[in-house]
C-alpha cells in the first residue's frame, strides 16, 4: 500500500511537473490603476493564484479553530472539576470559572 500512495504522489508530481513546463509562455498581467507588469511567465501567475487561495482559505478557518479550541478549553476544566469531585478534593479551577449545571 506505501508503495501505491508513493508511485500515485510521483504520477501528480510528474503531471504537474509537465503541466508547468508548458505554460512558461510570457503574459502582461494587468492591475487596477493601469499598472501593468510584463513578460510574467504563466506559471507563476497560476502559482501566485493558488497560493493566494490557499492562504485566504486557512484564514477563513481560523474562526472555527479558535471557538473549537475554547470549547476544549472549557470542557477540559470542567472535566478536571467533576473529577476532583468524585475523588473528593478540592477542584483546580474554582467553582465560579464554570457555569452551574441548571437542575432537571
Known sequence: MRYLVWALRLLVFIAV???????T????????ADYV???VPLIVV?????VVGAL???LLT???A???RREAM????ELDRVQAAVAGTTPSVPPEAVAPMSPL
Open 56 to 58: 485566504f482559505g486557512l
Open 25 to 32: 509562455d510570457p503574459v502582461a498581467v494587468r492591475f487596477y
Open 37 to 39: 507588469v510584463q513578460d
Open 46 to 50: 497560476m502559482l501566485a493564484a493558488f
Open 17 to 23: 511537473l509537465m503541466f508547468a513546463l508548458k505554460n
Open 74 to 77: 472549557r470542557l477540559r476544566r
Open 62 to 64: 481560523v474562526p472555527a
Open 66 to 68: 479558535m471557538r473549537r
